[in-house]
């Protein structure tokens, strides 16, 4: 069986989207960024809405001219060249692999530190093995997640709204362990893990030190953070992954994708005033800023759990985006032939499930999170240009008449292109390196295989 179900609505479908998007990211992100941006946070979450804003109105242009399943990598299959598709369904692959692997570090990071790696792997192996039941199953599940992110944001907002803490006051707590951390005030003593990533004590870093990350104050500062803001941004194209599984997609998809952003930069904009409220003048923020909000330590710890399971939930849907995308290519041959296996009982594509847990565990065993987030980012950045690209020729039909899909204006696409590609140029170096190898390494094995392919007794290759 190859074919997949049409089960979800535009309420399910939205939901899947903000389970994406209100988990690790709204969590997590803020202290990165405000070690890049400092002062200047509002105009980088600014910059990142405004990117974001622009990639939804392409993918949701181009998810109603194609509603299948594999988002960027169909859209550009269908509208550039099968290259294309490769390379922007190997970038989201890629970029959301990492997102994977650091996001079940930091839930970990929040239950259990020095633990981290075997608490991930345990969420990763238990969230595909969900997803595997269906996607009636992911639905619900994401129902659940995203009310309790919901409540704990809205309380977290009501307590800095009602006078809430001064800096100094919050403390780290690890519900699983038990492990307690209180900076002192005035301390520059930040908590932070073995490996460097930002998560509970195991050791202290000068206040000032932010690794990689660093750079000075000025237009360069706003767009490094604006890339790492925009992992917080980035799940609103799950819906168009699930394009195959939405009924009515061609009204269903925008409705879903513009929905569920605009929900979440409400959310963002609020957590961003309330964060600077609470934490102004302070040499350090807390790694977990949304829960430091509130200063009673019982529920001060009920809010660490609530982003636990909150990046818990945005995992679950980046781990069912990641096997519908291989799906779709694994149907067209860019990748192996068993990731299209479709269970004739839960209608789900389990094996691909399965190959994009493996390869999430290797990377959680390999690498910290903040080298994940910074991977994660260049490499969706990139995907998304395609997509305008994408955007900007399904304009044009066959005889150069305007598309009758083409309703977003063309210099919103071009803008988002623009943008897309500035952020990944100003991103950690590392991840812009490696993530430019990666494609280039795939590409490369991509025509060996072709070109063995095209030799005597071989199928030729479809154009690209």
């Known amino acids: ?21 209100l988990g690790a990211g709204v969590f997590f992100v803020w202290t990165p960024a405000v070690a890049v941006a400092g002062t200047w946070l509002w105009l980088a979450l600014l910059l990142a809405a405004v990117v974001a804003i622009a990639n939804a109105l392409s993918t949701a242009q181009l998810a109603m001219r194609h509603p299948v399943s594999g988002g960027g990598y169909a859209y550009a299959r269908a509208e550039l060249s099968p290259t294309a598709g490769f390379a922007a369904g190997w970038l989201f692959l890629t970029g959301k692999t990492c997102s994977a692997a650091a996001i079940a ?21 238990a969230l595909a093995l969900l997803n595997a039941q269906g996607i009636r199953v992911t639905a619900w599940v994401t129902w659940v997640v995203v009310s309790l992110a919901l409540v704990g944001i809205a309380l977290a907002l009501a307590w ?43 050791g202290t870093v000068d206040c000032h030190d932010t690794g990689a990350l660093a750079t000075g104050p000025g237009p360069l500062a706003v767009l490094q953070a604006a890339g790492l803001l925009f992992f917080a941004f980035a799940g609103y194209a799950r819906m168009a992954t699930l394009g195959e599984e939405v009924r009515d997609p061609r009204r269903t998809l925008p409705v879903a994708i513009l929905g569920a952003l605009g929900i979440v930069l409400v959310l963002y904009g609020l957590l961003a005033w309330a964060t600077q409220d609470a934490y102004a003048g302070a040499l350090v923020w807390p790694d977990t800023p949304v829960a430091s909000l509130v200063g009673d330590p019982v529920l001060h710890a009920v809010l660490v759990v609530v982003a636990a399971i909150a990046c818990l939930g945005s995992l679950m849907g980046i781990l069912a985006g990641l096997s519908r995308t291989s799906l779709a290519m694994a149907r067209d041959g860019e990748l192996p032939g068993a990731l299209a296996r479709i269970s004739s009982r839960t ?20 690498a910290p999170p903040v080298v994940l987030v910074a991977l994660s980012s260049t490499s969706v950045l990139a995907y998304y240009a395609i ?64 070109r063995r392919a095209d030799g005597p007794g071989g199928r030729p290759p479809s154009p690209s």
Do not use: K, N
Request: with cysteine.
């Open 160 to 202: 800095t709204a009602a006078d809430g803490p001064t800096w100094g006051s919050w403390s780290a707590y690890a519900p699983l362990s038990g492990q307690v951390w209180t900076p002192g005030v005035g301390s520059c003593d930040v908590p932070t893990t073995e490996d460097g990533s930002f998560g509970f004590v195991a």
């Open 105 to 125: 570090l930091v839930a970990a990071s929040h239950l259990w530190p020095g633990a981290q790696q075997p608490i991930a792997i345990v969420a990763i192996v």
């Open 347 to 366: 209608r789900a594509p389990a094996v691909a499930e399965g190959a994009m847990a493996v390869l999430a565990i290797v990377l959680v065993l390999v």
């Open 1 to 21: 069986m190859t074919a997949l179900e049409r089960r979800l609505g535009a309420p399910g479908a939205i939901v899947v989207g903000l389970c994406a998007m």
């Open 387 to 450: 997509g305008h690209v994408g955007a900007l020729r399904m304009r044009r039909a066959a005889g150069g008449e305007l598309s009758r899909d083409a309703w977003v204006p063309a210099w919103i696409s071009v803008l988002g292109l623009v943008l897309c590609v500035a952020l990944v140029v100003t991103l950690p170096w590392y991840g812009v390196v490696a993530s430019a190898l990666w494609l280039g390494v795939a590409l490369a094995v991509r025509a060996l295989r072709r």
